[in-house]
Every structure is written in C-alpha cells, then in structure tokens.
C-alpha cells in the first residue's frame, strides 16, 4: 500500500498547487483565483511560523525505521502542523467554498481526507500534527471563501513591498519557507486579475496547455539559479513573486485572444 499512499501525498507537493492555483485563476475564477492565491499564501506562511516556532518531532525521530527512505523524502522540516494537511485543505477547501457545489465539496473533502491520511499512513506525522493542519487549512479554506483582500490606491503597492522588506531581513539560515511564502503573498496581493476565462473548451484547452508550459519555464529556469544566490530570502521571495506575476499577468497578456479583457 506504500505506493499508493506515496501518489497520494504528492498531491501536496508544491508542482500540484501551481498547476491547481493557475488552472483555477484562468479557466473558472480569476478574481477568486487571487483571494484564494492571498489565502494559501498566509497559509504557508503561518504553517512554516508555527513548524518551527514550535519545532515537535515526527514519528521518525524517535524511532527512525518506522518510515521507509521514500516516505522520508516527503518530510521536510519539524512536525506540527502538517503542511500537506494544511495546504490541502486551504487550497481544495477554499475552491470548494467559492464554487459552493456539492459535488465539488465532496471531491475536495475526499481529496484532503486522503492527503491527510497519507501522512499518518507513511509515518511521518502525528494524529495531532495532521488535526491541527486540517484545523488551520479550514480557517484559512473560508477566509479564501469568504474574505476580502483588498488593494485600492497605495495598498496595492504598499502590502507587497512590506512583504519583500521582511525578506530583506531574514537571517542567514532561515528555513527557505519563509522566503516562499512571502513571495507568494506578494505575488497575490499585487496581482490584479483583469481577464475572462475562456468559453469554448478549445480555448480552455489551449489556455491550459500553453499556460502551464509558460509558468513552469519560468519555474525552472529560476530553480537553475545557483543554491546560494537563490536560497538569499530576498531573492527567493523574488523568484515566487515574479512566478505568481508571470501566471496572473503575464500569460493573459501573452494568451490575450482567449483570455480577454473582463
């Protein structure tokens, strides 16, 4: 079953939401694409302050035969609270809650149910770790629902150099997380999701394609950047900022003819 629990929990992997969060913002709503893009990016932010303010263990730690190498590699950092969890059930939870079917709640509520007992079923948390995950991803699953973020006149700006300016200043050392999820919140707060999705499926198709292709370019050609340069938390809050723009701005600029002005 190791296997299985393996496909699941890479569900979680940073790659997924990328591809969730920029299939959401173009093909089904992109003004909601950018509350939930603020709202996963809080998230991470508070799961990665919480990880190592808190800095608990993982069943592993001790006893360490009790995870396999694989399931080892899906565990980074102390334990609680679950980032799978978490993110999980922000990111599925929040689409759900916007597009308020209840057929899109139950594919979201098994997808998260799953995630989360992968991570129990491969060892590499607690029950305690992946509840409050899952407690955390649902407040943060209705603020992406329900909350209002907003960026009239200087906010716009403002908010983002902030965020950018406390990345400045993250110490050497500092867990990378910290830098991601600040660019990511950057990112979301300053984009202004301007364009309509595409009616016909050839357009959603092409969108689609072409989309993913432009903003895993840019994806890894940023991860080519040399460790030490990239791993500077300015520069990594940089990288996740101009990869949330390239998604939100960029594509529709350059995919204009199927994702026209709103």
Do not use: C
Request: charged share 10%; aromatic share 12%; no cysteine.
């Amino acid at each position: 079953m190791e296997s299985f629990w393996l496909a699941v929990t890479s569900l979680g992997r940073d790659e997924v939401f990328i591809v969730v969060l920029a299939l959401y913002t173009w093909l089904v709503n992109p003004r909601g694409g950018r509350n939930l893009g603020v709202a996963f990016a809080l998230s991470y932010l508070v799961n990665t302050a919480l990880k190592f303010g808190f800095d608990l263990p993982r069943p592993f730690t001790q006893n360490p035969g009790v995870a396999s190498e694989a399931a080892l590699a899906t565990a980074g950092g102390p334990g609680l609270p679950s980032g799978h969890a978490q993110l999980a059930a922000t990111l599925w939870g929040g689409i759900a809650g916007q597009v308020g079917r209840a057929g899109m709640w139950a594919a979201a509520l098994l997808l998260i149910a799953l995630i989360a007992l992968s991570r129990l079923a491969l060892h590499v948390h607690y029950p305690s770790d992946v509840i409050v995950g899952l407690l955390l991803g649902a407040a943060f699953a209705w603020m992406a629902a329900s909350g209002y973020f907003p960026q009239q006149g200087a906010l716009r700006w403002l908010v983002p150099v902030l965020l950018l300016a406390l990345a400045t200043f993250l110490p050497a050392g500092t867990p990378r997380e910290y830098g991601t999820s600040l660019g990511l919140l950057a990112g979301f707060w300053f984009s202004r999701p301007g364009f309509a999705p595409p009616r016909d499926l050839a357009g959603r198709v092409i969108v689609g394609l072409l989309g993913l292709v432009i903003v895993f370019a840019v994806y890894f050609a940023l991860g080519a950047l040399p460790q030490a340069f990239k791993d500077i938390g300015l520069v990594r809050a940089l990288r996740y900022a101009l990869l949330v723009l390239v998604a939100v701005e960029g594509v529709p600029l350059l995919l204009r003819r199927w994702l026209p002005r709103a």
